[in-house]
């Protein structure tokens, strides 16, 4: 009867296991197939008496063999229960997933095998891991995981940016604030998502909409990070190629300003001498057609008289061409040399002058032309001061954000306010005696806005002091 019961209690296992949806049977030491229940044959594609005369080593993939071979000796060795997960191929060449439970049995001849079929979840991850551009950071920042994905857009192999510290992969076109708020979160373990520009191996910006979550253990204790990001890079590109096409419109239309109010005010400079010469070839037919007796003296002096106001036109129109169209190169400089050329060309030193300079990057500009368009305003204020005992001339230069700002100011007295915009005008001037003075606060104008797109104010600072300030957008000529 005992034997009876035996019997029929191996029966109800033997069927129990047959029903089960994981794969169970056991393997021999040389990893032939011993025993497998019904749930082998529609994962692996074979019939049960097919998989029986194989090994299940003829169905494991070469890149999983040896994981299983030394999983198998390690079992064997230390008496321990293993799980790994080996590809195999199906009957019809499709390859299958499977998490693989391995035990040694207590008779130490065989080994019994588990397994499920992962094959959906492992096809799901080499999907996120191919086409998901993700992450993953220990506790302290270290990068511990990066998704093919993200290889491929941040042009990294997985085993340079492992180990490395998430920060050094900021790019320094990230806003100083964004950067900020976006490594205080993580350091407090907060998730954070916002745009942020990452950098290349080879050095150029990628932007991201970023999303980072921590990652706590069952405990609530914060282990790492995941972060996940989409690649935003052609957006802020089209975004940036409209306001540069923006930009290039709106100063095409300052352009065309500009020139309609040089063209006004070289056609005002050409009306006296054109008049002189239209009276003096006047007066010469004059004499020709009805002074028999014209002098050569009178000839002569009426010539002299034409051609002296032709080479005053040819002069107003070399002055404007040599402001409107700059023949030099741009080049790369810091704002600390051009500031220090222009001094030398104001002929100005002394302790009068009190310099701060600030640490700025450089820029791509003209560097000739804006060296000259800051003397100019030098000299005006080395004249304006120059018969005050307690002079002074403060020049600061410093960069706010993308933009290099430069202050020029003297202690020569205030502009009066009806005025203060007309200074800028050409051949304007509130000397009394202008000497052909002028153009020079004009020309400084049309340099540093027409050619640098940049900007030139001028304001008083009080009773004393008069303030110029030069801003000049970094990038805008690269």
Known sequence: MANDAMEKQNIILKEMIDASWNCI???SLDSKFVYLNKAFSPVLGFTISELQQKSILDIILPKSKDIFEKTLKQSLENGTDNKIM???LRKNNKIVYLDLAIKLMTNKTMFLINAVDVTEQVTEEQV????VVRLRLDKFGTIKDTTEAFNRLSGYARDEIKEQNYTELIHYSTKEDVKTDFIDHIERGKPWKGMISFKKKDETAFWVDFMVKPIKNKYADIIGHNAVMIDISGEINLQKNQE????????????LTIMSETMRTVAHEWRQPLNAISLDA???????EFDDEVSKDSLTEKLESISSNTKDLSAVIETFQSITELKSSKKKRNIKEIINEALKIAELEGSFIEQTNEDTKAFRTYPKELSAAMSSILVNAKEITALKED??????????DNHIVCEISNNGGHIPEDIIEKIFTPYFSTKEEKNGVGLSLYNSKMIIELHLKGRIEVSN????????KLTFPMGALE
């Open 391 to 400: 002079k002074k001339i403060w020049i600061k230069s410093s960069q706010v």
């Open 86 to 88: 080996i590809g195999c």
């Open 244 to 255: 540069i096409l923006k930009e290039r419109v709106m100063d095409g239309e300052e352009k």
């Open 461 to 468: 600072i009080d009773e004393s002091i008069v303030m110029f």
């Open 128 to 131: 996120l891991n191919r086409f």
């Open 25 to 27: 049977g056991m393997i």
């Open 282 to 288: 006047q007066a010469l037919l004059f004499d020709l």
